[in-house]
Each structure stands twice: as structure tokens, then as C-alpha cells.
């Protein structure tokens, strides 16, 4: 990255998560390092804590301004009262991810399709890794479905399939505000397409690189 210091590496494990911090005007870098792999991702303004990312307004706003669509945005909105930008995207060499929804998968929606109750999940991580920053679980916002590729069908019902890029592919944002984060890399299995061809891809890492 010309002209920038890395200054921090954080590596997410396949099917966790992890909490950090990025300071106004530092730049983040979610990668995809061993190949396709949807993140969940939030952030928090680290200085107010009530205030944190939305991701319905995210999608209004951007629409409304020309910045985005369900697939990708420039600007990373928290929530009304506040209805600031957190981030705003530099760089994404991917392109395609899911922002209208910010929805995450939960214990109970396994449970709900008869899997393994101790199947991992992207709510079970950010709870995880936000407790110890004071987060209760009835606190823990929507999200950013990083990388994760949703198609319509004839009906109006959503698919998930494979993210379009592979090992390598990233997204830079930029804080706008001191922010604690939370990603996980989701754990769906074979059960989905969310991290790609189901059983025959697997579960992998995501890499956070911060630079300043």
C-alpha cells in the first residue's frame, strides 16, 4: 500500500472470530487469504459505544447518494441518532457482497434446520469477542456480509453462492471515527455456499491488515 506503514496484522481463524481497534484515518484490509470466505463484520464507535454501525441505513444512504447498492457501498453508516460515517471503502478488489441484509447466523437458526448444536456461528463469535469489551449479546449490531454473493431467483427468494473472487481478493476502508471491530469468519458449512462449494471448498482464515 503506497505511502503506508503496516502497522498491526490480525489473523481470524477458520470458524472464529476476532475484536480490534482502528484509529481514525487508519486504513483496514480484509483478506481472503486462502481463498473464497465470508466475513461478518461491525464496528463500534470506540469512544461511545451505543453508537455503531446500521446496516439498513448504510444501504438507504449510499443508494440514495449514488455510493452503492445491495452488493457494495462506499460509506459505512452508524445508526439514527447518530447516522455518521465510520469507514468508507478505498479499494475492493472483489466488489460483490451483501449489504442489505446484515443479518448473521445464529445458534438457533442451525438449530431450526436440524444441525449440530455445536455448530459454530458468526452471532455465537461476535458475542465472544465483544463480552470482554462490555457487549452483551442483545447488543451485538447488524452487519457487513463481506465477500458473500446472494442471487435472486423467479420468486423473489434470495441464493447464496460462492463469492466471486478467491485467495487474494480484499477490501480496504478507511475510519472516519476510532472504532473497536468485530469480524468472524463465517462458519456455515456444508450446508451452504456461503464460503464456497460447500464441503468440497471448507471453512478458511481471514487476514486483517492495518495500516497508517
Known amino acids: 500500500m503506497n505511502g ?25 484490509r480484509v483478506i481472503m487469504i486462502d481463498g473464497p470466505q ?20 448504510s444501504f438507504v444512504m449510499n443508494s440514495a447518494n449514488g455510493t452503492g447498492n445491495i452488493k457494495a457501498i462506499k460509506n459505512f453508516y452508524s445508526r439514527p441518532p447518530h447516522l455518521n460515517v465510520m469507514f468508507t471503502t478505498i479499494a475492493d478488489t472483489v466488489g460483490t457482497h451483501w449489504v442489505i441484509c446484515g443479518a448473521k447466523c445464529t445458534p438457533q437458526r442451525y438449530k431450526s434446520w436440524n444441525i449440530n448444536g455445536s455448530h459454530r456461528s458468526c452471532f455465537g463469535n461476535l458475542v465472544e469477542v465483544l463480552t470482554p469489551h462490555g457487549i452483551t449479546p442483545e447488543d451485538v449490531p447488524d452487519v457487513f456480509n463481506m465477500f458473500m454473493n446472494v442471487e435472486y431467483d423467479s420468486t ?15 477490501i480496504d476502508m478507511q475510519a472516519e471515527m476510532d472504532c473497536l471491530v468485530a469480524l468472524s469468519a463465517c462458519p456455515a458449512g456444508d450446508e451452504s455456499m ?19
Open 4 to 28: 503506508k506503514k503496516l502497522i498491526k496484522e490480525v489473523m481470524i481463524p477458520a470458524e472464529h472470530g476476532a475484536a480490534y481497534f482502528v484509529n481514525k484515518g487508519q486504513i483496514q
Open 194 to 212: 456461503v464460503n464456497g462449494s460447500g464441503a468440497n471448498e471448507g471453512n478458511k482464515r481471514l487476514k486483517v491488515e492495518i495500516w497508517e
Open 38 to 57: 465470508v466475513g461478518d463484520w461491525t464496528a463500534f464507535n470506540a469512544l461511545n459505544l451505543k453508537e455503531h454501525y446500521d446496516s439498513s441505513h
Open 156 to 170: 423473489g427468494l434470495y441464493n447464496i453462492i460462492p463469492p466471486v473472487s478467491g485467495r487474494g481478493g480484499y
